[in-house]
C-alpha cells in the first residue's frame, strides 16, 4: 500500500467517524445501516495503515490518525447499544476499535520518541523553544514542573501564557495547542476568558514574565456600530410597537434601548431578536439597506442579538443571499415585509402571491388545506397501524395543522426515519420551506425526545440515494397519498 493510499484510508475513516459523532450529538442514536456502506471496511483498512506506519512513521500520518478519535466513546456506544446494532456492524465495529486501539499505542510510541526530553508536551510545543518559555511560568510558580497548571492556577493566567509563547513562536492559532496541553476544551477555553476590569493582579503577574511582548492586541475592543435612518421618532415607535406585538424582538425592549440602534451616543446594548436568524437577515435589509448597505451585516451583529447569541456576520449575508437565490424577497415573511414598507413609507401591495404560499405560513403547526375529514382519516391509519400513539385524541392529532387549537405534539411510535418519509410525502407539497423545524414542534419520539431536523433530513436523503422513495414504507406511502388526493380533490 503507497503513501497515497494511507492518507486516502485515514480520510475516509475521519469522515465516516465524525459523520457517526455529528449524528450521534443530534439524536443520541445512530442507524449504522444510514452511514456510508464503507463502513463495513473500516476494520480493514486500520489494519492496512498499521503495516503502513510500522515502515513509515511519518508525523503528517501520525497526527491524521491522532485526529480521528471517539474511539473510546464509539466503543461506549456499540456495548450500549449491541441489542438493536445489526451483528455484522457490531463485529465490524468492535474489530475497528481493536485494531484503532493498537494503531493508536503505536502512534504515542512513535510520538514519544520524537519528542525525546519533551514528553510532556504535545506537538508542537516539544521542543527547547516552548520548553524554555514554560520553564518561565514554572519558576514563577504558575505551572508544575509537568508545564500543567496547578489547582489555583487562574484561566486568564494560562491566557496570558499562551498568548505569550504563540507571539514569540509565532504559531498561527495562539491557543489552541495550549488549550489541548491543558485540557480545556470545554467550557473553560482559555481563547473564551475574559480579560478582568478588577482585580488584575495575577494577570499583570503574568504579563510581567514575558515582557518582550506585545499584549495590546490581546484585549480587543468591538467598535459600536449603528444604523443610519431617515426616520423621525414617530416611525421608529410604530416599529417598535409592531415587532413587539408580533413577538420578533424581547418584550422588555423599551423605546430608549430601541433608539439606540440609531444612535451611538444612546446606544445601551444590543436587541435581542426571538426569530431567526434568517428572519433577522430579512428584517435588516428591507428596514435598513438603503442607506446602510456597505456595513449592514457587521451593524447587525452589533445591534442584535439572536436568542441570546450573538449574530454570525456570514451567516447573515449568506441566509439574506438564500433569499435572493429563491426570489423570496417579497413573500419570506409577509409581516415583516409589511412593517418594514410602513417603516420605510412604501405603498403596501393590494392583492399579493395570489397563487403562491408565503414562505412562513406559522410559527408551528403545518399548513393544511385539507378538509376535517381528509385529517381524520389519515388519523385513523396512523393510529390502526401503529405509526402514532393510540392514546392520542384527535383533536390532539387536528392541532398540529390549527395553530390556536394546538394541545401538544403527537408522540410517533415508529423510527425516525419513517416520520422523515410521512412528513415528506405528505406535508412538504404545503409546507415546502419549513417543514422539519414544524416536525420537531409536532411531533415526539417514543423516548419522549424530541425528532432532530439534521437526522430526519439526513434520513430522507438516504431514502433518495437508494432509490426507495416510492416502496420505503408502502403503509406509509398509502396513507400519505391518500391525504394528497383528499386535497386535491377539494
Known amino acids: 500500500m503507497t503513501r497515497q493510499d494511507t492518507v486516502i484510508k485515514i480520510a475516509k475513516i475521519t469522515r465516516i467517524i465524525g459523520e457517526w459523532k455529528f449524528r450521534y450529538d443530534l439524536d443520541g442514536e445512530v442507524e449504522m445501516e444510514t452511514l456510508s456502506p464503507e463502513l463495513l471496511d ?226 445601551s446594548g444590543p436587541i435581542d431578536w426571538k426569530k431567526g436568524q434568517r428572519q433577522l437577515a430579512y428584517f435588516l435589509f428591507q428596514a435598513f439597506a438603503r442607506f446602510n448597505e456597505k456595513n449592514l451585516w457587521i451593524k447587525g451583529e452589533c445591534c442584535f442579538l439572536v436568542n441570546g447569541k450573538t449574530p454570525h456576520v456570514a451567516c447573515l449575508s449568506s441566509g439574506y443571499s438564500f433569499i435572493k437565490r429563491h426570489n423570496w424577497t417579497d413573500r419570506f415573511d409577509l409581516k415583516l415585509k409589511e412593517i418594514c414598507d410602513r417603516f420605510n413609507h412604501i405603498e403596501p401591495i393590494s392583492v399579493p402571491f395570489k397563487n403562491s404560499l408565503p414562505i412562513h405560513t406559522s410559527k408551528c403547526v403545518f399548513h393544511s388545506t385539507a378538509s376535517p375529514e381528509a385529517i381524520s382519516t389519515m388519523y385513523d391509519a396512523l393510529v390502526s397501524e401503529g405509526y402514532i400513539d393510540p392514546q392520542t385524541s384527535f383533536e390532539a392529532y387536528k392541532g398540529i395543522f390549527v395553530e390556536t387549537e394546538f394541545k401538544g405534539p403527537v408522540v410517533w411510535m415508529k423510527s425516525q426515519i419513517r416520520l422523515s418519509y410521512l412528513v415528506h410525502l405528505a406535508f412538504k407539497p404545503e409546507n415546502p420551506f419549513d417543514m422539519w423545524v414544524k416536525c420537531v414542534y409536532c411531533f415526539r419520539l417514543p423516548s419522549g425526545k424530541a425528532p432532530s431536523r439534521e437526522s430526519m433530513d439526513s434520513n430522507l436523503r438516504t431514502i433518495k440515494k437508494r432509490n426507495t422513495l416510492d416502496n420505503f414504507d408502502i403503509k406509509l406511502k398509502t396513507i400519505a397519498d391518500n391525504y394528497l388526493a383528499a386535497i386535491q380533490k377539494k
Open 42 to 267: 473500516i476494520a480493514t483498512w486500520v489494519r492496512d495503515i498499521q503495516q503502513y506506519i510500522e515502515n513509515d512513521s511519518s508525523p503528517v500520518l501520525t497526527r491524521l490518525i491522532m485526529n480521528i478519535g471517539f474511539t473510546d466513546m464509539l466503543n461506549d456506544y456499540i456495548h450500549e447499544h449491541k441489542i438493536e446494532i445489526d451483528p455484522t456492524y457490531f463485529t465490524v465495529l468492535k474489530n475497528y476499535i481493536a485494531n484503532m486501539k493498537s494503531l493508536l499505542a503505536l502512534c504515542d510510541r512513535y510520538r514519544d520518541e520524537r519528542k525525546g526530553q519533551y514528553t510532556n508536551l504535545i506537538e508542537p510545543l516539544a521542543n527547547k523553544q516552548v520548553a524554555d518559555l514554560l520553564q518561565r511560568s514554572v519558576d514563577a510558580g504558575i505551572l508544575d514542573s509537568d508545564y500543567q497548571p496547578f489547582p489555583k492556577t487562574q484561566l486568564i493566567e494560562l491566557k496570558v501564557i499562551a498568548y505569550a509563547i504563540s507571539y514569540i513562536c509565532k504559531f498561527k492559532h495562539p491557543y489552541n495547542h495550549f488549550e489541548k496541553l491543558w485540557k480545556r476544551t470545554d467550557n473553560n477555553r482559555i481563547g473564551a476568558c475574559r480579560i478582568p476590569k478588577y482585580r488584575i493582579q495575577k494577570y499583570d503577574y503574568a504579563k510581567s514574565i514575558y515582557p518582550e511582548v506585545d499584549f495590546s492586541e490581546m484585549k480587543s475592543t468591538k467598535k459600536v456600530e449603528v444604523f443610519y435612518i431617515e426616520q423621525n421618532d414617530e416611525d421608529r415607535r410604530i416599529m417598535l410597537d409592531a415587532l413587539l406585538k408580533h413577538g420578533y424582538i424581547s418584550l422588555d425592549t423599551t423605546f430608549k434601548k430601541f433608539n439606540g440602534i440609531f444612535d451611538k451616543e444612546q446606544f
